[in-house]
Structures are given as structure tokens and as C-alpha cells.
């Protein structure tokens, strides 16, 4: 009787064994391939902005870590702060659940400005904005049409012509935007909020482009 009970269990052991060596096995990749987009992404966003400091916060263990970078004192961006969160590769039971509620790793960057550019402004992804999309407070204020940037459709949000001009040749002039979600100009808070997927070797090439023209739409001294 005992020794047809110990062959039963035997199989259920070793089965027990082999699924919590799975899914350690699976926690440290995950760790590690998080981890790994962590640091192209930050390495990436501070070749671009070629901060005069900077500083990394963990956040929750292996949810995501946040960056602030100080940029030079005379620039029209005074500081970038970044964060990224990760869907949960390490645990690989949460892991396909996460995948159908959150879909992406996300990467937020928000720029702050030293003068307030004149108009509201917004280049949001369609699909983006459909799921799970971040509310436009001015919505019902703001002009909106869909454009096609690259392969993808946008809604194009804008207080006045000259900024649906400036985010026009914008989009001319980067054929594709790549990684980029949403790009809000937000004259009220002084700020640009940048939401990117964030894959490894692509945030500075899909960041840069906008890094560098944000400056463009704050008016310089004696302009009209």
C-alpha cells in the first residue's frame, strides 16, 4: 500500500520540481531583461539631453526606476524627469495577464520649460488613445484632426493655427514616429509630456527629434 502511494507522488515531485525551477529561471531573465531596458533607455535619454546632473530612483523593486536630469542653466529646457515601468517579465504567471491588460513597458518623460510656449498642442496615437488613453483635460477647447504620421494614424490636437502648423512640420519633418505615443504641449504647466514604448536602441533616436524642436515653439525676445 505505501510503496503504490510513493509512486503515485514520486511524478507530482519531480513535476513540482521542474515548474519552481521554470519559474526561477524565468524571474531572473526577466530581472535581467528589464533591467537591460532600463539602462539603454536612461543611456539613451542622457546622450540627448547631455545633462549638467542627473539622478535614478528605483521604483518598487522590479516595477521601474525614475530619472531626473538637469539640464545647462540658459536652455529652453530647464530639467527632464523620466520614468519607466515594466510589464512584470519576472514573475512569468502574472506575466500574460499583464500582457492583455497594460500591453506595453511605458516610458513617460515630462519636460520642463523656462517660458511657456503660447499654445496648446497634442500629437496622440489613435489606438493609443482608445485604450486606456490619457484624458486631454482642453479637449472640448482645442481643434482636432486625424492625420497620418508614417503608418500610423494621429489625432492632431490645437489651440490656434500656429501651433497645428508647428506640429505639422513636425511630422514632416520625422517621417516616422517610431516608438512615440503621444507629445503634449501643455502651456498651463509649463511642460511637455512625451509617452514612448520604450524598446532597447530606439528611445534617443525617436526622443531626440523632439528634444530638439520643443525649444522652437517658446517665443524668443522681441517676437511678435
Known amino acids: 500500500m ?6 503515485i507522488t514520486q511524478p507530482v515531485f519531480y513535476l513540482f520540481i521542474a515548474f519552481s525551477a521554470l519559474l526561477t529561471y524565468g524571474f531572473f531573465w526577466g530581472k535581467r531583461v528589464n533591467h537591460r531596458l532600463f539602462l539603454s533607455a536612461f543611456n539613451d535619454l542622457a546622450d540627448v539631453i547631455k545633462p549638467v546632473d ?13 530619472a531626473s536630469f538637469i539640464t545647462k542653466k540658459k536652455g529652453a529646457i530647464t530639467k527632464v524627469d523620466a520614468t519607466i515601468t515594466f510589464l512584470p517579465r519576472q514573475s512569468w504567471l502574472y506575466f500574460p495577464v499583464s500582457k492583455l491588460i497594460r500591453r506595453w513597458d511605458r516610458l513617460f518623460i515630462t519636460l520642463y520649460l523656462r517660458q511657456a510656449p503660447p499654445e496648446e498642442g497634442h500629437l496622440i496615437e489613435v489606438k493609443y488613445a482608445a485604450f486606456r488613453g490619457p484624458k486631454i ?16 494614424d494621429f489625432y492632431l490636437y490645437y489651440q490656434g493655427m ?38 532597447k536602441g530606439e528611445v534617443g533616436r525617436y526622443f531626440a527629434p523632439v528634444y530638439e524642436w520643443v525649444p522652437s ?6 517676437d511678435a
Open 2 to 7: 505505501f510503496e503504490h502511494e510513493y509512486i
Open 162 to 199: 500656429k501651433m497645428r502648423d508647428a506640429l505639422v512640420r513636425f511630422i514632416g519633418k520625422n517621417g516616422d514616429p517610431g516608438i512615440v505615443r503621444h507629445i503634449a504641449i501643455v502651456p498651463d504647466q509649463q511642460r511637455c509630456f512625451v509617452f514612448m514604448i520604450p524598446r
Open 54 to 66: 542627473q539622478t535614478f530612483t528605483n521604483i518598487g523593486g522590479l516595477i521601474g526606476y525614475h
Open 217 to 222: 515653439l517658446i517665443p524668443k525676445v522681441g
Open 137 to 152: 483635460t482642453n479637449a472640448d477647447r482645442l481643434n482636432r484632426e486625424k492625420v497620418q504620421w508614417g503608418k500610423q
